[in-house]
C-alpha cells in the first residue's frame, strides 16, 4: 500500500514568517500535486512536478520534487494571512486512476 | 472552460432517509470523475471513481452507492442513511490523472 505522510499536520506562524511543509513516502511517484483548500470549499490545484529534482514556483511559494520522486516540499516565503488554508500533496502512484493523498496540513498565518 | 457543478452545498437528513447527491461536468468529454468523502480539516478519503458510462469503482464497501448515467453526471446515493455518513462529499473529475482534478465546491451531510 503507497502513503504518503504528510507533515507538519499543524502550523501557526506570524505574517512574515517563512515555512516548508513536507510530504513523505517509501514509494516512487510519478508525479505529485500540491492543492489548497478553504473552509467549505473543494482543493484547488497549485501545482504538478513531474520530474525528480524539479522546483517551481508561483510567486511566494516553491515547490520541489525529490530526485527520487519519493517526496515533496512546499516552502512558503514571507507568508501573508491570504495563505491560510489546509494544504494537501497527494501522488500518483500505481493505480491509473487515483492519486494517493497527504492527510493535510492546516496553516494558519496570523496578522 | 470546464466547470464542475455539485449540489446542494447543505444537507441536514434524518437516519434511515435516503440521500442523492448529484454532479455535473461541462467544457470536457468522456472525464474520470470522483466521490470522496472529507473528515473535518483533514485528507481525503476516496468513494467511489468512473472512468465511463455505467463504470463503477468502489473503494470502500459502506451504505453508499454510485451511478454514473450520462458521461458528464455523477450521482451518489443511498438507501438509509447512518449517523456516520455525516461529512463533507467532494466530487472531482480530471482527464489524465498527472494533471490534476477539479474538485466541485463539495456537500456538507449533516445525518441527525
Known amino acids: 500500500t503507497q502513503l504518503l505522510e504528510q507533515s507538519p499536520q499543524f502550523l501557526s506562524i506570524q505574517e512574515g514568517e517563512n515555512l516548508t511543509v513536507y510530504c513523505n513516502s517509501s514509494s516512487v511517484f510519478s508525479s505529485l500535486q500540491w492543492y489548497r483548500q478553504e473552509p467549505g470549499e473543494g482543493p484547488v490545484l497549485l501545482v504538478t512536478?513531474?520530474?525528480g529534482g524539479e522546483v517551481k514556483k508561483l510567486k511566494r511559494l516553491t515547490f520541489q520534487f525529490g530526485d527520487a520522486r519519493k517526496d515533496s516540499s512546499l516552502h512558503i516565503t514571507a507568508a501573508q494571512p491570504g495563505d491560510t488554508g489546509l494544504y494537501l500533496c497527494?501522488?500518483?502512484?500505481?493505480?491509473?486512476?487515483?492519486?494517493?493523498w497527504g492527510a493535510g496540513t492546516k496553516l494558519i498565518i496570523k496578522p | 472552460s470546464q466547470t464542475i457543478h455539485q449540489w446542494p452545498a447543505t444537507l441536514v437528513q434524518p437516519v434511515g432517509s435516503p440521500l442523492s447527491l448529484e454532479c455535473t461536468v461541462e467544457g470536457t468529454s468522456n472525464p474520470n470523475l470522483y466521490w470522496y468523502r472529507q473528515a473535518a480539516g483533514r485528507g481525503l478519503q476516496l468513494l467511489f471513481y468512473s472512468v465511463g458510462i455505467g463504470q463503477i469503482s468502489s473503494e470502500v464497501p459502506q451504505n453508499l452507492s454510485a451511478s454514473r448515467p450520462q458521461d458528464r453526471q455523477f450521482i451518489l446515493s443511498s438507501k438509509k442513511l447512518l449517523l456516520s455518513d455525516s461529512g463533507f462529499y467532494l466530487c472531482a473529475w480530471s482527464v489524465q490523472r498527472d494533471s490534476g482534478y477539479t474538485f466541485g465546491s463539495g456537500t456538507r451531510l449533516t445525518v441527525v
Open positions: 497527494a501522488g500518483a502512484g500505481n493505480s491509473n486512476y487515483q492519486l494517493i
Open positions: 512536478v513531474v520530474t
